[in-house]
């Protein structure tokens, strides 16, 4: 197991509070703002700013009217932010790896964020798709994309979902474990097919993420063992045990190797020690059985800002250091290098997208804590207030914060205040204490009912694992280009829910 630096959420990459005013029961590395009012930007799309009136506004277009015209909570995502993140990623790895493979196929994770208008933009911008699910490859299907430039995942795809990925002539199916390869094999030769396939290896790197989005160690459903089996009789690993049978059935064509070591990662190291694995085990298993693997899929994972204390790198350093990890293996292996893929999801469109909501109850809690300084209370315990910012949606349009402790931040939105910061937790309405959208940030302490708030950096894993817990409607995606806003994907009605419900 190869241990990489901490990132994104884990204090290490937090400061220290630095302002005196700081309250003793905010984390370490909140520091107040010296101005509320100001936007961080690396947490917000490009077109987001405060207008002249103090409004905030994204191209132009000020909070009040997206709310006056679609209500709230909303998502509104900068159309030009996402193309722009999206072509960013294309150009700075087919620079990196023009010399190396001639460039780099970039598949954007639908998984992530998706609807037909993002497929069309991903289509447009000159990216692929990755989909893992039936569904997805329905709204690949919508968008008109072409099934070359589609590749299936997942670990446990059903029969219907491998003949619909083999009756739109996918790309790649990337299988993820012995079993399924059986699956993929017999199913496209029963129809006279042949399937490309890629196969997904975990290679042992375990990202230091949150442990239930690191998904390269061995104790995890994806994936096929790169580590010796030692209860084969040969020794062989699954990976290449996989290997060996793919290239012995005639319904499939073995493309490549595939591995995705995590996700919401900052520095490159990992990725780049998990193509140093799969290049030796390629460069091995291209020898061994006199094969040719055109293909090497490094997968996505790459960490955005969430707060001002996230530092992610460009897309440019992390595609320079991964070419040059490439390039040298290559050369120390001797073998062409494979044609490089990517998967970057929430890279493309987190930052793109942010969350309206509307303020509705305030309360203010007291807490103990010990009292900072050096005064007749210090290191006793002093009561310090916290005031919960309630909004009008919550965990079912944002389960990060309550399924990995994911951090955001938040503003006020529908106008500027020169009131001061106060400790704030924005909860949502659901009914679980745990309903958290921020767990801690300064407001201005004149937050009333009536206001907007905006979360930045919702655009990823936000609508996708949205959910009707306590019969809310799931909101609904504007997305605004040019100074026009339309929705991609509709809110849904209280007609909606109802419809699906039987009846007595
Ligand atoms: N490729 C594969 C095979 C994946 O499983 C994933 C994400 C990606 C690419 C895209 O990863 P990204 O570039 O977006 O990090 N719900 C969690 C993240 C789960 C990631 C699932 N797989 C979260 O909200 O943090």
Redesign the pocket.
């Known amino acids: 197991m190869i241990s990489l630096p901490e990132i994104s959420n884990s204090a290490a990459f937090k400061n220290p509070a630095s302002s005196s005013a700081a309250s003793p029961l905010a984390p370490e590395w909140l520091a107040v703002p010296s101005d509320l009012n100001a936007l961080h930007a690396p947490v917000w799309a490009g077109g987001v700013e405060r207008n002249a009136g103090g409004e905030l506004a994204i191209d132009g277009l000020p909070v009040s009217d997206l709310k006056e015209q679609f209500g709230t909570p909303l998502f509104v995502m900068s159309e030009s932010d996402f193309r722009a993140r999206a072509r960013a990623f294309k150009d700075a790895f087919d620079a990196a790896f023009a010399d190396i493979c001639g460039g780099v196929d970039v598949?954007y994770?639908g998984?992530?964020f998706l609807c037909t208008a993002v497929a069309a933009w991903v289509a447009e911008e000159g990216l692929r798709l990755?989909t893992?699910s039936g569904g997805e490859l329905a709204v690949a299907a919508r968008a008109g994309i072409d099934g070359a430039n589609l590749s299936l995942?997942g670990n446990n795809k059903s029969d219907a979902e491998i003949n619909r990925a083999l009756d739109m002539n996918l790309g790649r199916i990337?299988v993820d474990s012995l079993d399924e390869l059986e699956r993929v094999a017999k199913i496209a030769s029963g129809r006279g097919d042949t399937a490309k396939v890629m196969l997904?290896l975990t290679p042992g790197v375990h990202a230091h993420?949150?442990e239930?989005?690191a998904?390269a160690h061995e104790d995890q459903k994806?994936g096929l063992s790169m580590a010796e089996d030692t209860t084969d009789e040969a020794g062989l690993s699954a990976a290449e045990e996989a290997v060996a049978a793919a290239t012995s059935y005639d319904s499939v064509e073995l493309l490549g190797l595939?591995c995705?070591i995590?996700?919401?990662?900052f520095e490159p190291d990992g990725f780049a020690l998990a193509a140093q694995k799969l290049l030796t085990f390629l460069a091995a298993v291209q020898a061994k059985y006199s094969i040719t693997l055109p293909e090497l899929d490094l997968?996505?994972?790459?960490?955005i800002a969430y707060t001002p204390v996230d530092t992610p790198r460009p897309a440019a350093d992390i595609a320079q250091a991964m070419a040059a990890v490439v390039r040298s293996k290559c050369a120390e292996l001797g073998i062409t290098a494979p044609r490089i893929s990517i998967?970057?999801?929430?890279?493309?469109v987190?930052s793109s997208t942010f969350t309206l909501y509307e303020v509705g109850t305030l309360k203010t809690v007291r807490v103990d804590a010990p009292a900072a300084g050096a005064g007749e209370t210090a290191g006793k315990n002093v009561t310090h207030p916290r005031r919960y910012v309630s909004v009008d949606g919550g965990m079912s349009d944002n389960a990060?914060p309550v399924?990995?402790d994911?951090d955001y931040s938040a503003i006020l939105a529908s106008r500027t205040s020169a009131a001061a910061p106060q400790l704030s937790r924005v909860v949502g309405k659901h009914c679980e204490s745990g309903d958290i959208v921020v767990r801690d940030v300064y407001l201005p302490e004149d937050v009333a009912a009536g206001d907007l708030l905006a979360v930045p950096g919702t655009g990823?894993?936000?609508w996708?694992?949205s959910s009707n817990y306590n019969y809310l409607a799931r909101p609904g995606v504007v997305a605004v280009r040019d100074g026009s806003a339309r929705l991609i994907v509709r809110g849904e009605t209280e007609e909606d829910l109802l419809n699906r419900d039987m009846g007595a």
């Open positions: 598949y994770a998984k992530s990755d893992c995942h990337v997904r993420t949150h239930f989005i998904t994806f595939h995705h995590g996700s919401q990662i997968g996505g994972g790459y960490g998967e970057p999801g929430r890279a493309i987190g990060r399924l990995y994911a990823a894993y936000c996708a694992l």
